[in-house]
């Protein structure tokens, strides 16, 4: 197994040596800090979020099949369906909001923005 190589600390201006790391253990800490302030569903992916996606995912299928409504774009089938925040949480959506289902692609191509006109979902 070839050794760990010793690098310079990822952040800009700082000289510390770093062996199994990107970071030194100083600013990995401030980095950790800052994702988990900045993008709460790392902090907050519970057990319990993900078997209520799963239920709403489970629930459209069941309704609906397997077909995505669409975002900008017309209805589809699709079998890759996630759970989307209705109210993004970015734009101050609760955490535990209402969801609606979209597949996968769709949902990037949603991103932080709210669906415009009635929803579908």
């Known amino acids: 197994m070839p ?3 010793a690098r310079v600390c990822a952040q800009p201006g700082c000289p510390q040596i770093v ?3 990107n970071r030194c253990p100083q600013h990995q ?3 950790d800090a800052y994702q988990r302030a900045t993008v709460p569903t ?9 078997k209520r ?3 709403t995912v ?4 069941e309704e609906h099949g397997d077909w995505c409504p669409g975002y900008e774009v017309p209805a589809y ?3 890759r369906l996630t759970a989307d925040h209705l109210t993004p949480v970015g734009l101050g959506g609760a955490q535990d909001g209402p969801l609606g289902v979209l597949c996968i692609s769709c949902n990037a191509r949603k ?7 009635t929803d579908t979902r």
């Open 3 to 5: 050794r760990a190589t």
């Open 19 to 21: 062996r199994d790391n």
């Open 29 to 31: 800490r401030e980095r």
């Open 42 to 50: 790392k902090a907050t992916y519970t057990y319990a979020e993900q």
């Open 53 to 55: 996606r799963k239920a």
């Open 58 to 61: 489970d629930a459209w299928r």
């Open 77 to 79: 089938p699709s079998d």
């Open 111 to 117: 991103g932080s923005r709210v669906q415009r006109g």
